[in-house]
């Protein structure tokens, strides 16, 4: 950490939905009840891998496919909150910490406002912050484009990390 007080990070991230009729929906480590899942190497939650996304651009440690490449078979069908704790464990050996967290979820379907608190405390209790320093937010694309047309759900992430209180 050189001298900055404070670091800002921007991720995103967007899946389609897949053909499997077995695969859940996950989006910031909720499973969505009657919803299709995405399609991904992993578990495909959009919501976490752009959180993830924030937090190692904000440290400077790349992305999310550099540290996770879909081209490695231990991290085919992986749990999401177990990389964004690895994640995690990376931002803190460079000295940082979560600040807080803002999520967007853009989707046409499935309807997600039920979820909300869920989602909030899942990655507040993952990232080691109260709730009141995550957000997470829904939108819809009014039925324009892909996402429009409920071919996948996209979801963006911006983080503040801190020095990390030892």
């Known amino acids: 950490m050189t001298g900055v007080a404070i670091r800002i990070g921007q991720g995103v991230d967007v899946h389609p939905f897949g053909d499997d009729p077995g695969r859940r929906l996950r989006i910031c480590g909720v499973e969505i009840a009657d919803a299709a899942g995405l399609a991904g190497h992993s578990d495909a939650d959009v919501g976490l891998h752009a959180v993830a996304d924030a937090l190692l651009?904000?440290?400077?440690?790349?992305?999310?496919?550099?540290?996770?490449?879909?081209?490695?078979?231990?991290?085919?069908g992986a749990d999401s909150t177990d990389l964004l704790r690895v994640v995690l464990a990376d931002v803190a050996g460079e000295g940082w910490q979560v600040g807080n967290l803002d999520v967007t979820v853009v989707a046409q379907r499935p309807r997600l406002a039920g979820y909300r608190d869920r989602m909030r405390t899942?990655?507040?209790?993952?990232?080691?912050?109260?709730?009141?320093?995550?957000?997470?937010?829904?939108?819809?694309?009014?039925?324009?484009?892909?996402?429009?047309?409920?071919?996948?759900?996209?979801?963006?992430?911006?983080?503040?990390?801190?020095?990390?209180?030892?």
């Open 57 to 76: 651009g904000a440290a400077a440690l790349g992305d999310l496919g550099a540290r996770f490449g879909v081209d490695r078979p231990e991290t085919h």
């Open 122 to 166: 899942h990655l507040a209790r993952v990232c080691g912050v109260e709730a009141a320093a995550v957000s997470v937010k829904f939108t819809t694309t009014d039925h324009l484009g892909a996402l429009g047309r409920s071919e996948g759900i996209l979801a963006t992430a911006v983080c503040l990390l801190v020095p990390l209180q030892r």
